[in-house]
């Protein structure tokens, strides 16, 4: 870990927290792949889970403060639960053999003959602008302009729906929502094709 906060300072000007500026990142033009970060693609493994679980919820509650969190924590918590279990979740982590357990990013998916459904990513606000995100959907092998069907709303699905076909519907996180969504989705193409 302290390899890559200094090959972060180096990267930044020495400004390792870019949590409060509001240029966090690299500027246009630069490069910002994974590439410059010492970065590998991965699926979760068991011990990742703490990590995924609590970073779901914490900042999930953080953005839907109306929610009360008396009734968010046990509520929904079985259904991060349900949706990790059913899920492909895939993690940004160090490539090195003493960082290969620091978390940088990740995102809990499924995929449907149609579209991709993302119920939840996460990156650190450290490494945001980065790459990590479009990595991780290389992994689910994502193609440009398809459809990705999103369980909740985030800031990821607000900052990056200008650069994604991103479509909330809050549905998919039912017992079986995905594939309802996906005949849903089947009826209203095929209706408007034959229009």
């Given amino acids: 870990m302290k390899g890559l906060k200094a090959h972060i300072s180096e990267q930044t000007g020495g400004r390792a927290n870019l949590a409060f500026r509001k240029s966090a990142g690299p500027k246009r033009g630069a490069r910002t792949q994974t590439e410059i970060l010492p970065v590998r693609i991965r699926p979760a493994e068991s011990q990742d889970g703490p990590v995924i679980y609590n970073s779901w919820l914490k900042s999930h509650a953080s953005q839907n403060k ?10 929904h918590k079985e259904v991060v639960r349900r949706l990790l279990g059913s899920s492909v979740v895939l993690v940004a982590a160090g490539s090195t053999p003493e960082s290969q357990e620091d978390i940088y990013a990740w995102i809990c998916a499924q995929r449907s003959e149609r ?6 990513a996460f990156t650190k606000v450290i490494f945001r602008k980065r790459g990590l995100f479009r990595a991780l959907l290389d992994g689910l092998d994502y193609s440009r302009g398809e459809p990705i069907m999103c369980s909740h709303r985030s800031w990821i699905l607000k900052d990056l729906k200008p650069r994604y076909n991103f479509q909330y519907i809050p549905h998919l996180t039912d017992e079986g929502g995905v594939a309802k969504v996906g005949e849903l989705h089947a009826d209203y193409f095929a209706q408007r094709s034959n229009e």
């Fill in 115 to 120: 579209f991709l459904t993302m119920h939840y």
């Fill in 66 to 75: 109306d929610i009360p969190s008396w009734a968010y924590y046990p509520l």
